[in-house]
């Protein structure tokens, strides 16, 4: 309540000034369109002084005869000026505008009721040339002369009782020939707009100043010191790039607009006790509504914080409770908020967390059945190799060599497969196995196997599983069902990863059966028998991840395709990890 009320006692005292300055932009905006017109108008003007001097029935009419009153051609052209002048007038510029033009020839051309004997027309071309704007009109030779306030000939011959903010051109600009003047007049009522403006008060005033800031109409209520106080300022804000509302003298707020095709600038003074006045009873107000609203909102924010630290407290409690172990401290929140779905999320967070460690505790589990049966299976290939080494010597000194070289390559084959302390092994040492593998292949079926390795030299001292090609080499020579069975073997890098591909161009599998082991393949936790490819899918995502595996794609009639993904890593470093891994395990058990 102290800081809220502080606030509001700092409002109401600086309130002034924020809608003071909020009075002054909306009148700065308000001028600006009045600005914004002003310069519509003058370009319209503009482009009204253009059509007429472009046109060259108007400019025929100039060079043509002066007896429209007796010649018809002649009176043809007069008609068709009198119409152009007046259709451009009616088009472009308010209907109480005048366009006149200055007849060198001694005649006078309006759109307004002009004299037709010769003799007023002299008397009017004689009151048009005592005025000061038509010599200056002539002087420039073609270039507009804007001139406010006009109060002259033209002026009383509309009949009206408000000056007039005029446009003059010369028609031709041949100093030594007669010259052709081009007169626009508009009303000040449709210039200049001021008395309509809703922020316009009896009490409120403006000057205009011409593009050499000269004082060329409206009215001041500055004396004529303050008034040349008052340009000076608006000529050094102008070089300096300044506001201009930022002016401010005795006690007016004065507010500057420039309209840029005639570089005139409009000044409108305003008294600072009107603004002042408008200013108290809106601050009053804005106080009041202030202090109702903050009533109100008090209420509100009381009711929610209790409503919304209620179910936070829950929340901390459930995640204290999680942080001591107890990994089934599921949170109860109603309703439909955000910390309804903050609980949500909380207590699916303990589902995963729970389903995480019990496939961790499963995974560790099989890890321990696959050692368990590592050492079982131990026993059956030393027998196996104590056995066929006694064979192979009595093969030997019998002269069976082929039998001889049969048993040499598969005891190579069983002193890999004894190797139980080293589950990485280099891509080189698992093509040597392979090789043997394969010459043992090659004798069983009459050298119908052929074999091709295509393995880059810097690749072969990366680390592999063991076991990993011969169960996939041996699946294409039962499933191909083709001889002679052509066998490729290929290795690449992807990025991080060693890709092995095992090509061969046997039978192929059908669709349906090769979308039964892409889905065999892709199962968590699969369990499956022996060494099979479903195994040494299972042992890869087992030390690495899900990401790392087997793909299989196949032709049916065509071949069969299968890539192993690997990651791209030493034996040593493998063995290493493994090595922690092992050690943490017995520690934890």
Known sequence: MIPITTILYSFYQSSGEVVKEEIQRSNQEALHQIAIHMNDLAERMLKASNLIMNDPDFNQFLDAGTDWNTNYQDLRRYNIVQQRLSNVRDILLDSGAVIAVIDGRGFVHTTLSEPNDQGKQAQLLKQLEAESWLEETKVQHGWPVWKYPYEGAIQKLAGGNESYFTLSRCIQGNPNEAANVLFIGIPSSVFLPIKKQPWHTEHSSFMLLNEQNQLVGGETPLTLEETDDLIKQVILKQRV?????????????????????????????????????????????????????????????????????KPLKQLVSSMNRLGSGDFHSYVTIEGKDEFTILGNHFNHMLDRLQQLIMNLSEEQKRKEEAKLQTLQAQINPHFLFNTLNSIKWMAMLSGAKHVSQMITKLGKLLQYTMKVGEEFVTLEDEITHLESYLDLQKIRFNDNILIQ?????????????????????????????????????????????????????????????????????????ARYSGIGIYNVNERIKMHFSRAYGIEMKSLHGEGTVVTVKLPLQSVQAANSVQGRVDKETSRND
């Open 453 to 525: 390795f295509d393995i880059p030299t810097e690749l072969k001292h990366y680390s592999v599983l063991k076991f990993i090609l011969q169960p996939i080499v041996e699946n294409s020579i039962i499933h191909g069902q083709k001889m002679p069975l052509n066998i490729e073997i290929c290795a690449s890098l992807e990025g991080d990863s060693l890709l092995i591909k095992v090509k061969d161009n046997g039978h192929g599998i059908s669709e349906e059966r090769l979308e039964e082991l892409r889905t065999q393949l892709s199962q968590d936790h």
């Open 241 to 309: 790039g300044a506001a201009e509302s930022e002016i401010s003298i005795r006690d007016y707020a004065i507010s500057v607009e420039q309209f840029p095709r005639l570089g005139w600038k409009l000044v409108q003074f305003t008294p600072q006790t009107e603004l002042w006045n408008q200013l108290g009873g809106i601050r009053n107000q804005s106080v009041l509504w202030l202090f109702g609203w903050f009533l109100l909102f008090t209420v509100v924010f009381i009711y929610f914080m209790i409503r919304l630290t």
